[in-house]
């Protein structure tokens, strides 16, 4: 399956901040044009199209999807009963590469996204390399026991904030 590979810090200029995305941050300084060089001009106001546009990139490129798993992902969500953008929601978090991103393992979905396909992650004691697969509240996510996800265990359990847990579960209930 293919992946945006080209440069991120464009995207972020154009988009704005996307934590999901890469952590890099643009330099944006305010230069004075020499003389001679032409002033820029003023943006107009984007259209409604512009705008949802926008959103739709903002959120592909947040998850790392491509345009048709989107859509794929919006009919299940219209089709589904209840609130059409919480259902979305749910189907974006429940995706495996989203849960090993929220786990606080790695720094951006794209990290959750290589370590799920270079197979270090176990959901039910299976080896799933798919990094789209859909997981349940009851399934057990463990990471194979190798050099790498055994210091990936050992950061987690330095940056490890319980206040911060409370404060999810507490939101979620």
Not at 28 to 46: C, D, E, M, N
Not at 113 to 135: A, E, F, M, W
Request: glycine share 6%; hydrophobic share 35%.
């Amino acid at each position: 399956m293919g992946r945006y590979r080209g440069p991120r810090l464009r995207i972020i200029r154009r988009l704005g901040d996307l934590p999901l995305f890469t952590k890099k941050k643009p330099h944006i300084a305010s230069k004075r044009l020499p003389l001679g060089h032409p002033v820029r001009k003023i943006k107009r106001r984007p259209s409604i199209y512009g705008l949802r546009l926008l959103a739709k990139q903002r959120c592909c490129y947040s998850y790392g999807l491509r345009d048709y798993q989107l859509k794929n992902y919006i009919k299940k969500a219209r089709n589904a009963q209840g609130d059409p953008i919480k259902n979305l929601i749910f189907l974006l978090e429940s995706r495996l590469d989203s849960k090993i991103y929220r786990s606080g393992i790695v720094s951006t979905m794209a990290a959750a996204r290589q370590l799920i396909t270079h197979g270090h992650v176990l959901v039910d004691n299976i080896k799933i390399t798919i990094p789209s697969y859909s997981c349940n509240e009851s399934q057990i996510l463990d990471y194979k026991n190798t050099k790498l996800t055994s210091e990936l265990i050992e950061k987690i359990k330095l940056s490890f904030n319980p206040i911060y847990v409370l404060e999810y579960y507490a939101i979620k209930l």
